[in-house]
C-alpha cells in the first residue's frame, strides 16, 4: 500500500459521519492508531449494516494509520466535543454516542442524522469496548491521562528524563512505545523457525503499513525524509523483538537505503516505493564467506557486456559466495549485490547492481542459487541465506551508478576519480546501520538492566539476624553488578546520540572519515557492553533469569552476534587506532620520532599539572567527583597510549621488522588505545550533556551516574593508572571507595532510572512455552 | 532392566557358536558395545533363520553391554583367531565367516557346524557391514588401530597428555568416548521442547542399559561401587549434551544418590536397583521458589502423625513451593522432598522423605500438583518443574533414616546430636553435584576451546601486503583471546581432579567442611571460567560462532545456569570467605587485632623475601616463569587480603556497625578474596601436577601453561598487585610482555593441546535445522 500523504478534510461533512467524531477521538486519543485498532474500528463499521455507506466513505479516511489528524484538527474536535458535553446534562453518565447526536445535531448542515444511526452508534460503542462515559468525563474536565510512572515517589522528574534520553525524537519514541504495546505485537509462544520468521515478515508489514519503512526516504517516494525517525525507530523496535529490528534495517535500511544512497533518481523512480511499502522485499549482498571484514577485496565480478548490454554477475569461487545475507533465504525477490566492476577489460573496483534473485511466486530466479544459513543462536526471525551467481544477466540500468557509470558502448564514467575514496563514499550507508545496531544493542541492555533492577528490588535474601530478609540491591555485591553498568548505560546513549546527530547533519561530500572512526569506536564499545551487561543482569535474576518467560535470556542470543556484525569488534577497534597513529603522524609529519614524544608529553602533562598539581595524590570526594579531574584522566590515557604506540612502533620498523608484523606485535597496545579513545568520547558526550541540564535534581542524579561512569572506568583500569604513575596507590583506593559510595548513592534512584528508559511492561516478558497447569 | 554381573562363560561351547567368535571380536575390538551395536548384531542374529537356536542361546549373552569380556577372555580370542588365521593361507582375503570356520573345526568338541552356518555367517557378516579382510589382516599383522590424531605433528605425545588428563579413569573416558561416538547418541535437528525431553530421556535409558545409571551404587543393587567412575561419566557426558548431564545427574546422583546416602539398607532394598535401571524415574526436591540458596530455612513440613504412622507433607506457602526440580514436569514418579520434620510437637530441622508424586500412567497423584516451569534459556532436555504437597501422607518408613529417624510412637533418634551438622552431613551429597557441575562445564568450555583453536588455524584473513593471508591464530589479539584461556582450563582441571580425589577417599564421618569449602572456591572460579571462555570463543569464531551448527551457542546457553544453580556462585564466593575469615579468626584467637595483623605481614613479608629480596622489581623471564614467584605471589595475594579483610571488619564492628551491614560493606573485598583463594588453589593443583611429569617434552607444554596461568592472572589483577607494593611498574609491564611471549611458545602447541581433551568429532558439530538446498 502506499503512504503517501493524501489530505483530509479535518471533519466529516454528513451528519451521519458528523456523530462518529467522538469515535475518531477516541482512536486517536494517544496519536497512535496502532493495527489492532485499525482492524478493530473498520471491522465494527464494516459490520453493522444500519450505517449508511457515506458514513464508511467519510470516516474511513480518518482511520489510516499514516493519516493522523495535524494537532490543529484534533484541537478542533476536541473543542467541538467539549462545547457539545458542556451542553448537555453532567448528572448523568453520557455516552459517546449521545455525545455523538448532539454534534451531528449541531455541526451539520441542518440535516438530521438518518434514521437507525443511534442505535448503530450504541452497537459500535459496546463493540469497539471503550469507556464511553470514562471518556466524555475526561474531556469535561479536561484531564490528561494518568501516567502511572509518575505515581511512583522518584526524587526527580522521570518524565522529563525520558524526555532528555529521546531528545528531539520524543514524539515518535512516544509513538513507538503506543504502537510496539498493541496486540499485534505481542510474543507468540515458542515456536518453529519457519513460522517465526512469517511472524516477523508481518510485522515489518505492520510496520510499513505505518509510514515507518519509508521514514529516510524522500516525500515524493511515499516517504518521511527523516534519517533521524528512521534510526529513532530502529531504536525503538530494539524494545521489542530483535529479529524485526534486523528484518527492518535490511529492508528499509541496507536494502532501501542501498538504492536511493548509491542510486539515482530512476532507481528511485522505478523502487522506492515499493520498498518503502514492503511490496518489494530485498536484500543487501556484500559480505561474503571468504570476505566478511575485508569488503574491499570481495571476489564476485560484474563483467559489462557491450554487445547485449548487460553486465554479467558470477561467483567466481565457493569463498565468494554471499554469507550472511538477511532476506535471502525466504521473503527477498531483489538484491543489491556488490561486485567488482570489470569494463572494457578493466577494473573499477566493488560496485553494486540490482539483481533479482526470487520470482514473485518465490523460486530461485535461474543461475541463482540460494541457501539457508539455517537456526543460529539468536535472530531465528530473519532469514538469512547464501547466494550464489552463475553468469546471471541483468541490464546496464541495473547498475546503481550515482557514484560510478557505464555508457552503453563501456566506457566508465566517476564524479570521484579516486577508487578509494569511491568505495568509502559507497561505504556510507553501512556507518548509519553500524550506529543503529549500537542504538538497538543499547536498548537491550536497558531492557535487561530494567528488568534486574526491579527485581533486586523485590526480591528478597537473607538478612540480619532474626529480621526480615532484605532486597538483593541492598548488597554491595548487587550493586556493584547492576548500578555501574546502569551509569555506563546512560553514558553511552549520550554518545550514540551525539553521533546520530553529526551523522545526520553532515552531507556526504563533507567526507564521513571522522564519523567514521567515531563509529567505530562506539559500535564497539557500546556492543561490548550490552553483552557484558547481559549477561550480568541474567546472573543478577538467577534461576528467575534462565527462564525464557524473563527473555532476558533471549535478548542475549540475539544480541550476541552484535559484537560480529556491521564490523567485527576487533577489527573496528585496531582500525581506530591506526586511523588514530595515522593522524598522529600527520600531525608531526615534520618532528622527528623524540621531538613528537616529548611534545606530546610536555603537552599531557601539562594539562595534567594545570588541571590539579597534587593529581596523583590528592582524593577528597570532591575532585575525584569533577568532571575536570575524570576528563584529565581518561583524556591523558588514551594521548599516553597513542604516544606510546607510536613509539613502540617506531622502534620495531627501526629494527625492520616488516610493519604486518610490527602492528602484530603492538596489537594488545593498539586495543587498549581504540577503547581509551572509545571512553573518552563517551566521557565528553555525557559531561556535556549532564553540564546542559537545567533542572537541579535531574543535573545531581545525572552527575552522580556520570561520576559512577568515569570512576569505575578508572577503577577497572586502574592497573594501567597505577603502572603509569598518574594514580598513586592511595587515590586508586579513594575511587574504589568513592565507587562504591556512588552506588549506594545511586541505589534509591536506580528503579526511577530505569523507568526513564519507559520500555514498554509488554516489551519485558515472554510468554511460557510449555507451561501448562495440571 | 538389572545391571547385576552374571557370569558369562569365556568362549561359546558349540560349534555353531564358536564360528561367531570372529563377530564377537570385532563387536569388542573398542572394549565397547553400543546401543547401535547390540541392535544391529542381535537383529542381524535374530533374523537369519539358518542359524540354529544354540547359536542364539550361547553368542547373546556375550552381546550385553554392561557384560564385557575380561581382558584375559579377551586375549584368549584373540590368540585363538590369530592362531587359526596364520594357518589359513595369507595369499587372499580371508573372510570372518572362514575363519570362524576354522575355529569352529579345531575348536570344538570334534562335531561339525551344521548345514547352512557357512551361508549364513556370510550373510551375517555382509549384513552387519564389517570388513572382514581388514580386520583378519589387522589380527595377522598384530597392528593396534590405527589413531589418526597420532599422525598429526604434536611437539609432545598427546595421547599420553590424554591419559594424564583423564587419570586413573582413562579407560572409562575412552569407553565414553566410543559410546558417545554412537549413532544413538547422535544431535537431533532442532526439535520441540517436548520432544526433546523425550530424547534425552532415551539417552538417559540407554546409559542406564549400559551399566552407567547405578555407578555409584553398592554391587548388590546392580551398581559398580564406583564413585569416581560415576562422577568421570558425568564429566564424559559433557562431552556431549548438557540436559542429558543434568538429567542423568538429577536421577542418578540428586535422586538415587539421595536414597543412597541419606536412607538404610530397607530403602536399598527397596529402590535402588530399579533408580539405577531408570525404571523409577524420580526427582530432588530441594530448593523452593524463597529458598534457593538459603535452604536451611526451607518451609515445608513433615509432622509425624503417630496415630496412624504417616508424616504429613504439606506446602505452606506459594515461597515454599518446590522450584526447578528437575525430572518433575515430565518423567519423575517418586521424590525424595526435602522439610522441616516435626513430632510430638518439636522440631528437629530439615530432613528428607520419599514422596510418590505421580503414577506409573504419568498422572500426578492425588494433592501434589505439578507444573512445569516452561522454556529455558538452555538445558530445555531437561523436564524441569515446580510442585506442591497439599498435606501428602507417607508411611513412616519414607523417611530417610541414616541420620534421624522416628519410632512409632514418635519420638526421634539421631546419631549426630547437634542439629547443625546433622544438616551439613545430610548436604554431603550436594558437595559431590557441584564438583561435577564445575567439571562438566570445564567440558564444555574444552569443547569451545577445540572448536576455536581448530577453526583459529584455519580461517585466514588479511595478512602483509601483496601475501597470503594468515590463520587468525597468528594475531595477538586472538592469542590473548583463546590461550591464556586454554591455559587456566587446564589448571583448573588438575584443581578439579585432585578435589575429587579428595571428595572420595573421605568419608563422611571424617567431616567434609573442608572440601566443602574448596569445592565453593572451585566451582565458583571453574563455571565463571566457563561463561567466559564460551563467550570468547563464541566471538572468536565469528559469524561461524554464531550457526547452531558450531555447536558453541548451544553449550553457552546450557551451561549459563552453572554459575547459578548448585549454589550461586556470589553466595558461594561469600561463604568460601567468610569461611576463611572462622578460620583466620581461629588460629588467633588469642592474639587481639594488632598482633595478628602483625604475625601476619611479617610471615608473608617473610616469605616473600625468603623467595627473592628483589620480587617487586625482579624481571628476567627465568625468574617470572618460577613456580616460587608465581606461587608466592599468588599466596600472598590470598594471605594479604584475608588480614584486610579481617582488619576492615574489626574496625566496622569497633564502630558499633551491625554484623550484617559490616560484612555488606566490605563484600566485594570478600569476594576478591575467594577468588584470590580459588585461584592459588588452582594454582597449587597444576604447579604439582606439572612437576610430576616425567615425560620432558610434555613437562616443557605443561610448564609453559602453568606459568601462562599464573602470569595472566596475575596481569588481570595487577592493580591490586601494584597497589598493594608486591609488583612495580616494570615488573608489571614485564609480566605482560612474558604473558605475549608465552601464547607465542603455546601457539604451536595449541591444537595438539586441545586434541588431547580427545572430545569426539561427533559431539563437536550439530545438523543445522533449515538448512535445505533449493
Not at 460503542?125 to 468525563?137: F, K, T
Not at 540475539?558 to 600527520?586: C, I, M, Y
Not at 583500569?717 to 594514580?727: I, P
Request: aromatic share 6%; proline share 5%.
Amino acid at each position: 500500500m502506499s503512504t503517501s500523504t493524501v489530505s483530509t478534510p479535518s471533519l466529516p461533512e454528513s451528519p451521519d459521519a458528523l456523530a462518529l467524531l467522538p469515535m475518531l477521538y477516541v482512536a486517536w486519543a494517544d496519536g497512535v492508531l496502532t493495527p489492532s485498532e485499525v482492524d478493530l474500528l473498520r471491522a465494527r463499521i464494516e459490520s453493522i449494516d444500519a450505517l449508511p455507506e457515506s458514513v464508511r466513505s467519510e470516516v474511513c479516511p480518518h482511520l489510516h494509520p499514516t493519516r493522523p489528524p495535524s494537532p490543529e484538527t484534533y484541537d478542533r474536535w476536541v473543542r467541538i466535543l467539549r462545547r457539545e458535553i458542556e451542553r448537555l446534562p453532567d448528572d448523568r453518565r453520557l455516552s459517546l454516542a449521545e455525545v455523538g447526536l448532539a454534534v451531528a445535531e449541531a455541526g451539520g448542515d441542518g440535516a438530521a442524522v438518518s434514521p437507525g444511526v443511534r442505535d448503530a452508534l450504541e452497537t459500535l460503542e459496546a463493540a469497539v469496548g471503550v469507556d464511553g462515559p470514562g471518556m466524555v468525563r475526561e474531556i469535561r474536565e479536561q484531564r490528561p491521562d494518568p501516567d502511572d510512572r509518575a505515581t511512583r515517589p522518584a526524587r526527580f522528574d522521570v518524565d522529563a528524563l525520558t524526555r532528555l534520553l529521546d531528545g528531539d525524537r520524543h514524539d515518535h519514541m512516544q509513538r513507538m512505545r503506543t504502537l510496539l504495546s498493541d496486540d499485534a505485537f505481542s510474543y507468540p509462544p515458542p515456536q518453529p523457525t519457519a513460522v517465526y520468521r512469517e511472524q516477523v515478515m508481518e510485522w515489518v508489514q505492520l510496520l510499513a503499513e505505518q509510514g515507518l519503512g519509508a521514514l529516510a526516504f524522500p516525500e515524493e517516494y511515499g516517504g518521511g525524509g527523516d534519517m533521524g525517525d528512521f534510526m529513532a525507530t530502529f531504536e525503538a523496535l530494539a524494545m521489542h523483538d530483535q529479529s524485526l529490528v534486523v528484518k527492518y534495517g535490511v529492508q528499509f535500511g541496507l536494502f532501501g537505503g542501498s538504492i536511493y544512497r548509491l542510486g539515482t533518481e530512476k532507481h528511485h523512480e522505478r523502487y522506492l516505493n515499493d520498498v518503502g511499502s514492503l511490496e518489494l522485499p530485498g536484500c543487501f549482498a556484500m559480505s561474503e564467506l571468504g570476505h566478511g571484514s575485508n569488503v574491499r577485496d570481495l571476489e564476485t565480478t560484474a563483467t559489462y557486456d557491450a554487445e547485449t548490454g548487460e553486465f554479467v554477475i558470477n561467483t567466481p569461487s565457493e569463498a565468494a559466495r554471499k554469507e550472511w545475507i538477511g532476506n535471502a533465504a525466504n521473503h527477498g525477490r531483489l538484491a543489491v549485490v556488490f561486485a567488482q566492476l570489470h569494463t572494457g577489460g578493466r577494473h573499477h573496483g566493488v560496485h553494486a547492481f540490482v539483481v533479482p534473485i526470487r520470482t514473485a511466486a518465490g523460486d530461485a530466479v535461474p543461475d541463482v542459487r540460494i541457501e539457508d544459513c539455517g537456526e543460529k543462536m539468536g535472530l531465528n526471525g530473519v532469514d538469512n541465506g547464501r547466494l550464489w551467481f552463475d553468469d546471471v544477466r541483468v541490464p546496464r540500468e541495473n547498475l546503481l551508478d550515482r557514484f560510478g557509470s557505464v555508457d552503453a558502448d563501456g566506457t566508465y564514467h566517476s564524479p570521484i576519480p579516486s577508487s578509494g575514496r569511491r568505495f568509502f563514499t559507497m561505504l556510507g550507508t553501512l556507518i548509519g546501520g553500524r550506529i543503529s545496531v549500537a542504538r538497538a544493542g543499547l536498548m537491550a541492555a536497558k531492557s535487561g538492566l530494567t528488568i534486574a533492577v526491579r527485581y533486586a528490588n523485590r526480591r528478597r535474601q537473607f538478612g540480619p539476624r532474626d529480621q526480615a530478609e532484605v532486597p538483593l540491591l541492598t548488597y554491595r555485591t548487587h550493586q556493584r553488578r547492576l548500578l555501574p553498568r546502569l551509569a555506563r548505560t546512560y553514558a553511552i546513549h549520550a554518545a550514540l546520540h551525539d553521533l546520530t546527530g553529526t551523522y545526520i547533519d553532515r552531507s556526504v561530500d563533507e567526507g564521513l572519515e571522522d564519523v567514521e572512526a567515531a563509529a567505530n569506536a562506539l559500535k564497539s564499545y557500546a556492543t561490548r557492553h550490552t553483552t557484558d551487561t547481559l549477561q550480568e543482569t541474567r546472573e543478577a535474576c538467577g534461576g528467575q533469569g534462565y527462564l525464557r518467560e524473563n527473555r532476558i535470556s533471549t535478548l542475549m542470543a540475539d544480541t550476541d552476534v552484535f559484537t560480529t556484525f556491521e564490523g567485527d569488534n576487533t577489527v573496528l577497534l585496531l582500525q581506530v587506532a591506526k586511523g588514530l597513529l595515522s593522524d598522529f603522524q600527520r600531525e608531526f609529519r615534520d618532528l622527528n620520532i623524540l621531538g613528537m614524544v616529548r611534545f606530546v608529553a610536555k603537552d599531557v602533562i601539562d594539562r595534567l599539572s594545570e588541571t590539579n598539581p597534587l593529581a596523583s595524590s590528592q582524593t577528597d570526594p570532591e575532585h575525584l567527583r569533577s568532571t575536570e579531574f575524570q576528563q584529565s584522566v581518561l583524556e591523558y590515557r588514551a594521548d599516553r597510549l597513542l604516544q606510546t604506540a607510536a613509539q613502540r612502533l617506531k622502534a620495531r620498523l627501526d629494527d625492520d621488522v616488516r610493519p604486518f608484523d610490527a602492528f602484530i606485535d603492538v596489537q594488545d597496545h593498539l586495543i587498549h588505545l581504540a577503547e581509551a579513545h572509545a571512553e573518552r568520547l563517551v566521557f565528553r558526550s555525557f559531561a556535556d550533556q549532564v553540564e546542559e541540564v537545567q533542572d537541579e535534581a535531574l543535573r545531581n542524579v545525572l552527575s552522580r551516574l556520570k561520576s559512577l561512569f568515569a570512576l569505575r572506568a578508572i577503577e577497572k583500569d586502574r592497573g594501567w593508572f597505577l603502572e603509569s604513575g598518574v594514580l598513586g596507590s592511595s587515590k586508586s583506593k579513594a575511587i574504589r571507595t568513592e565507587v562504591n559510595r556512588l552506588c549506594e548513592e545511586v541505589r534509591p534512584d536506580a528503579e526511577a532510572l530505569v523507568d526513564a528508559f519507559a520500555i514498554p511492561d509488554a516489551c519485558l516478558s515472554a510468554p511460557i512455552g510449555t507451561g501448562e497447569r495440571r
